[in-house]
């Protein structure tokens, strides 16, 4: 089992409001990464950080912000959510250089009403 | 654009027989290609891995091919079981920054 967590699993929230989502791990690895995905569909990158004060959008252009303040934490805020951000995002962690795979979290599932 | 098709359709097979999931992919060199399984309602995980300059790559009843010269790979299941039953991913690598480009998945259904 991958040492990586988030919390929550499950959110229902109104339009509006502010979330932030948050992703941990405890392998020590320096690249992480935030994935959107809806039922039957590919994952797609919205976020990534090579390391500590290094984020760039990934593919999909998302509303979402995020930081890596530590190595260890990299939590993803969504401002002013809307029905449209309604996925599952899931959170991902790799070591080092080169290939690598890729860790995952179990999820956020996001429901905006 | 860069481009990833796997069997959208769902793959029933029997059990104990050999499952066969394909992944071909266009406008993309890969360093390397890997396969996931995920569960409803739950993140991917990894399975295997194979470079560019690899053919096939084996571990335990899982076996995966890759044919850069058809962008393609095929991932065989021996001997399935009902516990098999799952969506699986294809995902292509970059090795200069690990990012991940991923197939819509295959789903599993392995009967008893």
């Known amino acids: 089992e991958a040492d990586i967590y988030q919390t929550p699993r499950y959110l229902v929230i109104g339009t509006g409001k502010k979330i932030t989502l948050e992703c941990s791990q405890t392998m020590g690895h320096d690249k992480m990464y935030w994935y959107q995905q809806d039922p039957g569909m590919e994952l797609h990158l919205i976020h990534y950080?090579?390391?500590?004060?290094?984020?760039e959008k990934g593919d999909l252009s998302s509303e979402s912000t995020v930081s890596r303040i530590r190595t260890e934490h990299f939590p993803l805020t969504l401002e002013s959510a809307r029905p449209s951000h309604t996925s599952q995002y899931l959170c991902a962690s790799s070591p080092g250089q080169g290939a690598h795979e890729q860790y995952f979290g179990p999820g956020t599932r996001l429901t905006v009403t | 654009s860069q481009k990833i098709e796997q069997n959208s359709e769902a793959l029933n097979i029997q059990e104990g027989k050999t499952a066969t999931l394909t992944c071909n992919y266009t406008n993309y060199s890969p360093a390397y290609l890997q396969w996931y399984r995920q569960d409803p309602g739950r993140g991917p995980v990894f399975l295997l891995l194979?470079?560019?300059?690899?053919k096939e790559k084996r571990k335990e009843r899982l076996k995966v091919t890759f044919d850069t010269t058809l962008k393609q790979s095929l991932f065989h299941i021996t001997a399935s079981q009902p516990a098999d039953s799952a969506t699986y991913l294809c995902?292509?690598?970059?090795?200069?920054?690990?990012?991940?480009?991923f197939g819509q998945g295959t789903t599993l259904q392995v009967k008893p």
């Open positions: 950080s090579y390391g500590v004060n290094s984020t």
């Open positions: 194979i470079r560019e300059n690899e």
């Open positions: 995902a292509l690598g970059n090795s200069n920054t690990g990012k991940l480009i």
